[in-house]
């Protein structure tokens, strides 16, 4: 059975818990709580030495991180249902969505940078979340344009199929309802959104759900 190195609240894990569950794959959750720094144990380094969540440990010991490599990973080794188009120039787009999130919207809103913030420049938690709503805003705007110009019927990220920007773009409007960002002015963000997760693969894979939630 796959092991998963993961955090309820982690947006990257949460990526990783729909692909599984997308897959049908079992696995065992792995949490470390970063706030203890279970993540930065000589223990967990071992594993993972980006000292990071997720990672993922096969049967034979393989370690994977990075949640779009991970994801990637296990669409090649369990192709249905596929989450990458047929064609490159499809691939290419599908892969812009969810790096403009995995890559551009989702490291300036990570944990550790918002405690950088609070403990290294002294904001106070008005100025984290004001921090965090601006770059959710930001980034939603660029993705709303993108969305609706390759969204079929704003059921799916593109065209009208599942693929890995799905599975990036739930977490993120996750943590924007977190911090109370105002939806209204992404009606294709949140069209998609909403029927994604009515599906019970990403209901399964909601923080609140996780055994480690509190």
């Given at each position: 059975?796959l092991k ?5 609240r ?6 990783v ?11 065992e ?14 223990e ?6 980006q000292?990071?969540?997720p ?11 990075q949640?779009?490599a991970i ?8 192709p249905?249902?596929p989450l ?8 290419a787009r599908?892969r ?10 989702h490291p300036?809103?990570?944990?550790r940078v918002?405690?950088?913030?609070r403990?290294r420049l ?16 930001e980034g939603f ?7 609706s110009?390759?969204?079929?019927a704003?059921?799916?990220?593109h065209?009208?199929a ?9 977490p993120q409007v996750?943590?924007?309802r977190?911090?109370k960002?105002?939806?209204t002015?992404?009606p ?7 029927h994604?997760?009515a599906?019970?693969e990403?209901a399964?894979?909601?923080p609140?759900?996780?055994p480690d939630?509190v």
């Amino acid at each position: 059975m796959l092991k998963l190195y993961t955090l309820f609240r982690s947006s990257a894990a949460y990526r990783v818990r729909i692909a599984l569950n997308l897959k049908k794959l079992p696995y065992e959750s792995i949490p470390k709580a970063l706030a203890k720094g279970e993540h930065r144990t000589p223990e967990y380094l071992a594993v993972n030495p980006q000292g990071l969540v997720p990672a993922i440990e096969t049967d034979d010991g393989l370690v994977l991180s990075q949640s779009l490599a991970i994801i990637e990973y296990l669409n090649e080794l369990y192709p249905q249902p596929p989450l990458l188009p047929n064609s490159a120039l499809e691939r290419a787009r599908v892969r812009s969505i969810a790096l403009a999130i995995a890559c551009d919207i989702h490291p300036l809103n990570n944990l550790r940078v918002l405690n950088y913030l609070r403990d290294r420049l002294g904001q106070d938690e008005a100025d984290v979340n004001a921090w965090y709503r601006h770059w959710i805003v930001e980034g939603f705007t660029g993705l709303e344009t993108e969305l609706s110009r390759h969204s079929t019927a704003r059921r799916f990220c593109h065209a009208d199929a599942l693929s890995i920007a799905d599975v990036c773009l739930v977490p993120q409007v996750f943590n924007a309802r977190r911090f109370k960002v105002d939806l209204t002015p992404f009606p294709t963000i949140a069209a998609i959104s909403a029927h994604l997760e009515a599906m019970p693969e990403f209901a399964a894979a909601r923080p609140e759900v996780q055994p480690d939630a509190v």
